[in-house]
């Protein structure tokens, strides 16, 4: 499934041959400041963008692309992309995904079982998540190397909880940051259901097409567990942050580097 070029039918994507792509940061704000648009943005997999793509991401000055996956998914024929640095920070739990996943998801009714799986491997991401997240802080804030893409394989999981993290330091409320990783849905599902409708026509029916899909489709606990998670054991974003390596006495350099004022 994902080799083929697709027409993507999100009508609020400006890229016609990545999946996924929005702003991360446009998002409404409170306490007086707001994220800051036009520094992060996020999508799926870039490996097959179109030159006409390449023009847009330059367009909108993207000078950084982080890639979270491993490097056994990237495409055999991957794209370049002049004039940006592409780095890999991999959160490699693409296989692992697969392995728990599939057995349920070749039987009926299974859904609260996936779902419990899913939200295992939400928390067991925001965990490992830590020395990426120092490493885009910094980025950050070094001159010269924002605006920024984050992206994984569909731009859903590892990138939903990496931005949400970025977007929790920008002081974006909670329930703003599960209305933002929600939209994930609006962009993939449309691209799925065509493409998961394809494969079971050619195998006849028989392909378990609902049970992927179930397990595609984002919900909203899955990134409420995380942010709870946050709060709970690392004490709020700020205690998660600090466990990273990053320079605590840079976090106010920080948050003011992803907000703006209002006024």
């Known amino acids: 499934m994902g080799g083929e070029k697709v027409k993507l039918l999100a009508t609020n994507n400006p890229l016609r041959s990545v999946m996924n792509f929005r702003d991360a940061m446009d998002l409404p ?3 007086g400041s707001k994220p800051k648009r036009g520094l992060i943005f996020r999508s799926a997999s870039v490996d097959r963008i179109s030159r006409k793509d390449i023009e847009q991401l330059k367009s909108l000055g993207i000078k950084t692309i982080i ?35 599939k057995p349920l998801i070749m039987k009926k009714n299974q859904e609260e079982a996936v779902q419990k799986v899913i939200n295992e491997l939400y928390i067991e991401i925001l965990d490992a998540a830590k020395p990426v997240l120092n490493e885009i802080a910094k980025i950050i804030l070094t001159g010269g190397q924002t605006p920024l893409l984050i992206h994984c394989r569909a731009g859903k999981d590892r990138t939903g909880i990496v931005c949400a993290l ?10 703003t940051v599960a209305e933002n990783f929600m939209k994930s849905n609006d962009y993939i599902l449309p691209v799925f259901r065509k493409r998961l409708m394809l494969r079971k026509i050619l195998y006849f ?8 899909l179930d397990a595609i489709t984002l919900r909203k606990e899955n990134i409420e567990n995380v942010m709870e998670r946050v709060e709970n054991h690392y004490g709020g974003i700020k205690g998660y942050l600090s466990q ?3 320079d605590m006495n840079e976090y106010e350099a920080l948050r003011q580097k992803l907000t703006e004022n209002n006024q």
């Not at 029916?205 to 992927?212: A, C, D, M, Q, V």
Request: no cysteine; charged share 30%.
């Open 67 to 101: 890639d979270l996956r491993a490097p056994h998914e990237y495409s055999k024929r991957k794209v370049f992309i002049p004039e940006m640095n592409r780095l890999s920070l991999p959160l490699d739990f693409e296989k692992v995904t697969r392995e728990r996943l």
């Open 244 to 246: 990273t390596g990053f």
């Open 205 to 212: 029916g028989l392909f378990p097409s609902k049970e992927i």
């Open 29 to 31: 704000g409170n306490s």
């Open 166 to 175: 970025i977007q929790m330091i920008a002081g974006a409320a909670k329930e």
